[in-house]
């Protein structure tokens, strides 16, 4: 398997970014940290490992970049508004940074399917909702989807705009609403167990159904924890029967 370390400054971010590419060929897969990780963490808990079969043969290309959230949600000595205008500012790196990377790695032509655990799973179907016309799928693993979880009382603007429960009820747009209707590829995950939250997950899938935005949504069972094996498991499984 090729493994490829990058990084540059991040206009977007004013920092040094780092992303790894897992590859050679195939549908571009975009990974999110689970919470204040870095872009190694998916190597280091053998998810890389799981899904390796799969990027050997060259089905899937693996970008897998890091976390800002210690400069955002997760940093308790941060102001409530410099943490949403640093959630703002990771996605636009993503937009406009790591997209673009994506595409000069692959082609202008490679479907993007982001994916992601816990708060990866909420960036990641954030960033896919937003922009249905820059990312193609979603698998989104043990989520909560409605930002005000993280932010502890604290809402704007940006947190209202950043949180798929609360945005996505007034989606009814022409261009955006009537791409993300004609989305092949959207899987909302979580398992039953210790720390699993699966009624956020279900609550999700119902708001979706209600804009009519065809998903997938599955709820695995009680021995399924919020935890490495349970993720090892859901995305390989994923990865070889939906794509």
Known sequence: MEKKLDGWHSPSLNKHMEIVTYGHFGQALL?????AADYLEYERFQLIDAIKPMIDAGKFKVFSVNS??????????????????????????????????IKTHTSQETPITISGASLGALHSANLFFKRPDLIDGLIAMSGNYDLSTYTKGYHDEDVYFNSPMQYL????????????????NIHILTGSGNYE??????????????????HE?????PDMAHDWPTWRAMLPHYLETRF
């Open 31 to 35: 990974l999110l940290p689970t919470a």
């Open 68 to 101: 800002i959230n210690s400069e955002s949600w997760l940093n308790n000595r941060m102001d409530p508004k410099h943490k949403s205008i640093r959630h703002n500012q990771f996605n636009e790196y993503i937009y406009h940074e790591v997209i673009p990377y």
């Open 169 to 184: 009820p007034n989606l009814n747009d022409d261009h955006f609403l009537p791409m993300l209707k004609q989305k092949k």
């Open 197 to 214: 939250t699966p009624e956020a997950t279900k609550a999700f899938s119902k708001l979706l159904s209600a804009k009519e935005i065809p």
């Open 217 to 221: 949504l599955d709820v695995w069972g």
